[in-house]
């Protein structure tokens, strides 16, 4: 079963950018459809974008525009690329694997 782990979340000025990584264990990776999600303190889960194997994407509507989901199979990768965030964007960003499993998280922080 496949494993994830996420890096790349910080803190960032309103405004910034970040990017999010997420390294995936498992030689079928690439059979995956892949998605992240966040959950902000005192709130549910919510679904962010999502990205199937074959590349086609789809993205919450409070995220278009701003965000990108990205995979690169052949490193067993997936990334977030996170412009123009907002305050209301922190919050702990999970990979998950659709239907599968999910990573530990990355907390992103936006302040000034």
């Known amino acids: 079963q496949v494993q994830l782990v996420e890096s790349g979340g910080g803190l960032v000025q309103p405004g910034g950018s970040l990017r999010l990584s997420c390294a995936a264990s498992?030689?079928?990776?690439?059979?995956?459809?892949m998605g992240w999600y966040r959950q902000a303190p005192g709130k549910q889960r919510e679904y962010v974008a999502s990205i199937s194997s074959t590349g086609s994407t789809n993205y919450a509507d409070f995220v278009k525009g701003r965000f990108t989901i990205s995979r690169d199979n052949a490193k067993n990768m997936v990334y977030l690329q996170m412009n123009s965030l907002k305050p209301e964007d922190t919050a702990v960003y999970y990979c998950?694997?659709?239907?599968?499993?999910w990573g530990q998280g990355t907390q992103v922080t936006v302040s000034s």
């Open positions: 998950h694997a659709i239907g599968f499993t």
């Open positions: 498992g030689s079928i990776f690439s059979r995956y459809a």
